[in-house]
Structures are given as C-alpha cells and as structure tokens.
C-alpha cells in the first residue's frame, strides 16, 4: 500500500540512509587471497532508496500529482513519499549529493538546486507532471483603481527562469531575501526599468504581497518588493500556505501575489476563486515539474523505478 513519512526529521533519516548511486549489475566478486568467485545479485534503483522519494510540503500541487497521479500510473504503491518542507528536500538532497548516493525527489525549477548539483528529470512517459508552467502575477479586484502604479508595475514585471535562479543562489548562499533582492535589482537596472516604466512615484502607499514559502517564489516576491519600495510604497510581505495565499488575494485582504504557478500546480485554487482575483498573466516562462535524480545515478525514466524492482 502507498506510504506517506511526515516531517523534516524523517527526510533526512532517510537521506542518511541512503548509501549507493546508479543501478548496481549482477556480476561476480573475486577473492584476491583465495580467487574464489562469487555471484554478486542486482540491486535496483529502489532497493538503493528504500523505495522512497523525498517530497515537500503536504497539499503542494507537485505532492498532490506526485500522489494521486505519479504514483498509480507507474505502479508506485508500494513506494514512500515523505512529505515535509522545500528545505528539508533540498537539505537531504544535499546530504546525498556531497556523499554521491542515490536519492529521488520532488523538484521544480526554477531553483538554485539546478545550480549548485548536476541534476536531471526522469522522463515522464505518461504525461502525469504535465508540460511547462509558467508562473503568474494575481491581482485582487479593484487593485487597479485603488493603486495604479503599483499595478502597473504588477502588471509589467517579466523575466526570466536564469534572473530569478541568481535571486536564489544569493540566498541560498546565505543572505538574507531583502538584501539579495536589492543587490539583484541594483545589477540589473535595464530589466527592471521595463517593469516601472510609465509608473509614478508615490508617497508611502501600503501594499500587501502574499506568498508561500518556496524559494522561488521568496525570491521573485522580495526583489518585486523592493521594486514597488523604489517608487514610494511601503511593502508588507506575508507569508502563508498557498491555500490561505489565494484566498487572502480573493478576499482583498491581501493585494497581489506574483507566484502563481500555473496551469498546474495552483489549478484547483485557481478554479476555486475564478472570478475574485484579477490575473495579471505570466511574468516567467519555462518552469518545469517532475521527479529529480543526480545525473550519477543510471536511471532515465519513472518507468524504471518499477522495471528495475
């Protein structure tokens, strides 16, 4: 029967315990002293991480395919995911990869892990994680007649997965979000004239951004944060679970949100509040969804986490 582990601590257990990478083959062991060969038997991808694969948070749109959908159509029922936080993920990844051992998890990009490790997506023959997303700009009503700078600011903020996985690396490298969103902004000054050109400054207006604590989405809400900042807004940043995001936005308790993944991984919430929320469009291409490995370990495909048990 399909398994799920909560928590940080049971994520990083099991990364520990992971201790080989790639598909071990059968063969035959020799004996240096007595020159006796013995059969050594194939250990499959599985066997090699406890047929479990490290996920994020409960109720994320990528745990709830990885559930529902990954795990029936490749025959994964007998497999774990353990559910926990997008640092928990990246600290027993981590782990993994500084010891060379095999290790599955959910992933996402953007995101600086991309950066720091050479990782690869499994193919996906069924289709289940979808094609790209992109991630959107959402806007309460009436946002744009209480404060038309701010969405026309909103509204003109694009780039690109590359501008927002430098955001990332600087925090993941230790500074703090508002300091890697000022040094970002303070480098790249022609892309982030396009998103206030034709905006007023304005005189200490309050807004409100709502976002979940991905490391995508801290990074995109800080450095738009800093932005609105230039132009005379004082910015409050809420952090909240991607439920309560979206329906802070369609109750106008909060005005905007800029990590909107779509049309995946926040559909239902999407579906849910249609017609309470204004959106904006996309403001990043090219993101993708899946199932991650370190490109060391030989496997290519989620068929073969069930071919090769």
């Known amino acids: 029967m399909f398994k799920k582990i909560l928590g940080f601590t049971a994520a990083a257990t099991l990364a520990l315990g992971l ?16 020159g006796t060969e013995t059969e050594t038997e194939t250990v499959s ?9 490290i996920g994020i948070d409960p109720g994320a749109g990528l745990m709830n395919i990885t559930i529902n959908d990954a795990v029936p159509a490749y025959g994964l029922e007998d497999w774990t995911i353990v559910e926990g936080s997008g640092a928990a993920m990246a600290a027993a990844l981590t782990s993994a990869y500084e010891n060379e051992e095999p290790i599955i998890v959910t992933g996402w990009s953007p995101h600086w892990k991309f950066s720091a490790f ?52 600087l925090i993941n490298d ?36 709502l976002y979940v604590a991905w490391d995508d989405v801290i990074a995109g809400t800080n450095v738009v944060a800093n932005v609105l900042e230039s132009v005379g807004y004082e910015v409050e940043l809420v952090q909240v ?10 109750s106008g308790s909060g005005d905007a949100l800029v990590g909107a993944w779509l049309p995946t991984t926040h559909a239902d919430y999407y579906a849910e509040f249609e017609g309470q929320f204004e959106d904006l469009g996309s ?15 030989d496997i290519d495909s989620i068929e073969d986490l069930t071919d090769a048990e």
């Open 241 to 250: 679970d991607a439920g309560p995001m979206w329906a802070g936005v369609a």
């Open 174 to 209: 230790g500074m703090d979000p508002e300091e890697a969103a000022a040094q970002w902004v303070g480098e790249n000054e022609e892309l982030v004239s396009t998103w206030t050109e034709g905006v007023n400054s304005v005189d200490g207006e309050e807004l409100s951004l």
């Open 45 to 53: 991808v599985g066997e090699q991480v406890d047929h479990t694969i």
């Open 118 to 169: 050479d990782l690869k997506y499994l193919e996906d023959p069924q289709g289940v994680y979808g094609g790209a997303e992109d991630v959107h700009t959402i806007a309460r009503l009436g946002l744009a007649e209480d404060h038309p700078d701010a969405y026309t600011l909103l509204d003109q903020f694009q780039w690109e997965p590359n501008n927002i996985e430098d955001v990332m690396a």
């Open 283 to 297: 403001n990043l291409h090219g993101t993708a969804l899946g199932l991650v490995v370190p490109t060391y370990m």
């Open 19 to 34: 201790t080989a990478c790639g598909e071990e083959e059968a063969g035959t062991d020799t004996n240096t002293e007595t």
